[in-house]
């Protein structure tokens, strides 16, 4: 069963940057599409991107579009979430998961059926 660790998380001033990391603990995540979700407190939770196995054109939330950037290193079992001009909206706990569905709607890439969360990891953008 595939199990997915997030980490990198941290506190960081406006402005700042932090790289996300996703790995499956018992297994490989190389043949999945992985996607990155956020919840802040008292929010529902919310997609921001997410990637096929072969790393082709990720969609982005608008609220990300042009600051975060989602990447696989497939060798290293690794999906990244590079997060760059951070905002206090950003502060949240950002997770990873499984897409069991993957289609191109309009050209672009919609990702569903999400399993195997892992446990989050949490970002905080404070000054």
């Known amino acids: 069963q595939l199990q997915l660790v997030e980490s990198g998380g941290g506190l960081v001033q406006p402005g700042g940057s932090l790289r996300l990391s996703c790995e499956a603990s018992r297994s490989s995540l190389r043949d999945y599409t992985i996607g990155w979700f956020r919840q802040a407190p008292g929010k529902e939770r919310e997609e921001i991107s997410c990637?096929?196995?072969?790393?082709?054109?990720?969609n982005y939330a608008d609220s990300v579009k042009g600051r975060f950037t989602i990447s696989r290193d497939n060798a290293k079992e690794t999906v990244y979430l590079q997060m760059n001009s951070l905002k206090t909206e950003d502060t949240a706990i950002y997770y990873c998961?499984?897409?069991?569905?993957?289609?191109?709607?309009?050209?672009?890439?919609?990702?569903?059926?999400?399993?195997?969360w892992g446990q989050g990891t949490h970002v905080t953008v404070s000054s």
């Open positions: 998961a499984r897409a069991q569905s993957v289609a191109y709607i309009a050209g672009h890439l919609s990702c569903t059926g999400f399993d195997s």
């Open positions: 990637i096929t196995s072969f790393g082709g054109a990720p």
